[in-house]
Protein backbone atom coordinates (compact mmCIF):
# COMPACT_ATOMS: atom_id res chain seq x y z
CA UNK A 1 0.00 0.00 0.00
CA UNK A 2 1.47 3.41 -0.61
CA UNK A 3 0.95 6.66 1.31
CA UNK A 4 0.95 9.96 0.77
CA UNK A 5 2.96 12.31 3.10
CA UNK A 6 -0.09 13.32 5.05
CA UNK A 7 -1.24 10.14 5.46
CA UNK A 8 2.36 8.68 6.36
CA UNK A 9 2.18 11.65 9.13
CA UNK A 10 -1.38 10.82 10.55
CA UNK A 11 0.23 7.20 11.26
CA UNK A 12 3.79 8.14 12.71
CA UNK A 13 3.96 11.45 14.02
CA UNK A 14 4.63 12.11 17.77
CA UNK A 15 5.11 15.11 18.57
CA UNK A 16 8.24 15.98 20.73
CA UNK A 17 8.70 17.36 24.04
CA UNK A 18 12.17 18.12 24.52
CA UNK A 19 14.72 19.06 23.21
CA UNK A 20 18.51 19.56 23.17
CA UNK A 21 20.39 22.98 23.80
CA UNK A 22 24.01 24.43 23.53
CA UNK A 23 24.92 27.65 24.57
CA UNK A 24 28.50 28.66 23.39
CA UNK A 25 30.46 31.48 24.40
CA UNK A 26 31.06 33.62 21.17
CA UNK A 27 34.29 34.86 22.48
CA UNK A 28 35.92 31.39 22.04
CA UNK A 29 37.61 30.42 18.18
CA UNK A 30 34.85 28.80 16.10
CA UNK A 31 37.56 25.64 16.10
CA UNK A 32 37.75 25.29 19.85
CA UNK A 33 34.11 25.61 20.20
CA UNK A 34 32.73 22.60 17.28
CA UNK A 35 35.71 20.67 19.14
CA UNK A 36 33.94 21.50 23.04
CA UNK A 37 30.39 20.92 21.43
CA UNK A 38 31.28 17.47 20.32
CA UNK A 39 32.48 16.43 23.73
CA UNK A 40 29.57 17.91 25.01
CA UNK A 41 27.27 16.45 23.06
CA UNK A 42 28.84 13.28 23.31
CA UNK A 43 29.02 13.30 27.58
CA UNK A 44 25.50 14.13 27.39
CA UNK A 45 24.15 11.59 25.81
CA UNK A 46 26.08 9.31 27.19
CA UNK A 47 25.36 10.47 31.05
CA UNK A 48 21.48 10.79 30.49
CA UNK A 49 19.57 8.29 32.56
CA UNK A 50 16.67 8.06 30.53
CA UNK A 51 17.82 7.54 26.74
CA UNK A 52 14.48 7.07 25.15
CA UNK A 53 13.68 10.49 25.74
CA UNK A 54 16.07 11.54 23.63
CA UNK A 55 14.18 9.57 20.48
CA UNK A 56 17.30 8.66 18.39
CA UNK A 57 15.42 6.88 15.36
CA UNK A 58 16.90 5.36 11.80
CA UNK A 59 15.80 7.43 8.88
CA UNK A 60 15.88 5.78 5.57
CA UNK A 61 16.87 7.39 2.33
CA UNK A 62 14.91 6.60 -0.52
CA UNK A 63 17.32 3.83 -1.50
CA UNK A 64 16.84 2.10 1.58
CA UNK A 65 20.03 3.39 3.15
CA UNK A 66 19.90 3.77 6.55
CA UNK A 67 21.09 6.97 8.51
CA UNK A 68 21.29 5.68 11.97
CA UNK A 69 20.91 7.68 15.37
CA UNK A 70 19.75 11.23 14.61
CA UNK A 71 17.53 12.43 17.35
CA UNK A 72 13.66 12.95 16.09
CA UNK A 73 14.00 16.78 18.95
CA UNK A 74 15.44 19.50 17.93
CA UNK A 75 19.26 20.67 18.97
CA UNK A 76 19.28 24.49 19.17
CA UNK A 77 22.72 26.04 19.54
CA UNK A 78 22.72 29.42 21.34
CA UNK A 79 25.40 31.92 21.90
CA UNK A 80 26.17 33.64 25.12
CA UNK A 81 28.04 37.23 25.49
CA UNK A 82 30.62 35.31 27.99
CA UNK A 83 31.69 32.88 30.10
CA UNK A 84 29.72 33.92 33.02
CA UNK A 85 26.57 34.04 31.72
CA UNK A 86 27.03 30.05 31.03
CA UNK A 87 27.87 30.30 34.87
CA UNK A 88 24.74 31.33 35.79
CA UNK A 89 22.89 29.05 33.26
CA UNK A 90 24.92 26.26 35.17
CA UNK A 91 23.68 27.42 38.14
CA UNK A 92 20.71 27.49 37.31
CA UNK A 93 20.00 23.89 36.10
CA UNK A 94 21.95 22.11 38.95
CA UNK A 95 19.55 24.37 41.42
CA UNK A 96 16.57 22.59 39.04
CA UNK A 97 18.29 19.30 38.64
CA UNK A 98 18.42 19.75 34.92
CA UNK A 99 20.71 17.44 32.82
CA UNK A 100 23.66 19.06 31.37
CA UNK A 101 27.35 18.80 30.67
CA UNK A 102 29.67 21.79 30.05
CA UNK A 103 33.48 22.54 28.74
CA UNK A 104 35.71 24.34 30.37
CA UNK A 105 39.48 25.88 29.68
CA UNK A 106 41.34 23.35 31.37
CA UNK A 107 39.60 20.78 29.41
CA UNK A 108 42.44 21.88 26.68
CA UNK A 109 45.71 21.56 25.84
CA UNK A 110 47.74 17.94 26.49
CA UNK A 111 46.92 15.14 27.34
CA UNK A 112 43.46 14.05 29.55
CA UNK A 113 45.46 13.19 32.28
CA UNK A 114 46.98 16.91 32.21
CA UNK A 115 43.56 18.06 31.67
CA UNK A 116 41.98 16.77 34.77
CA UNK A 117 44.78 17.49 37.31
CA UNK A 118 44.72 21.01 36.13
CA UNK A 119 41.22 21.53 36.39
CA UNK A 120 41.56 20.11 40.06
CA UNK A 121 43.64 22.94 40.49
CA UNK A 122 41.75 25.25 39.45
CA UNK A 123 38.76 26.58 41.64
CA UNK A 124 35.34 27.40 40.06
CA UNK A 125 35.45 30.80 40.09
CA UNK A 126 38.51 31.13 37.76
CA UNK A 127 37.20 28.59 34.98
CA UNK A 128 35.86 30.23 31.33
CA UNK A 129 33.23 28.26 30.01
CA UNK A 130 33.36 27.40 26.21
CA UNK A 131 29.86 26.07 26.40
CA UNK A 132 26.87 24.02 27.94
CA UNK A 133 25.01 21.23 26.41
CA UNK A 134 21.44 20.22 28.07
CA UNK A 135 18.56 18.02 27.60
CA UNK A 136 15.21 18.61 28.81
CA UNK A 137 11.64 19.32 28.92
CA UNK A 138 10.68 22.29 25.60
CA UNK A 139 9.08 24.27 28.09
CA UNK A 140 11.62 24.40 31.09
CA UNK A 141 14.52 24.89 28.65
CA UNK A 142 12.84 27.76 26.72
CA UNK A 143 12.45 29.76 30.02
CA UNK A 144 15.84 29.45 31.03
CA UNK A 145 17.46 29.98 27.92
CA UNK A 146 15.35 33.09 25.93
CA UNK A 147 17.49 35.56 27.23
CA UNK A 148 20.20 34.17 25.11
CA UNK A 149 20.54 34.23 20.84
CA UNK A 150 20.43 32.19 18.33
CA UNK A 151 24.19 31.37 17.39
CA UNK A 152 24.76 33.11 13.92
Avoid at 40 to 64: C, H, N, Q, W
Avoid at 70 to 99: C, F, G, M, W
Wanted: net charge neutral.
Amino acid sequence: MCYNFEQLMEKTYVPTTHKFVAVLNKKIPVNILMNALAHMSAGLVGSYPEITKMRFDTYTDKDGNAHKSISDNPYIILRADNSNKIRTLRYELVTQNIHFVDFISTMTVGTYAEQQHRTQETSEAELEYYGICLFGEINTLNTLTRKFSLWQ
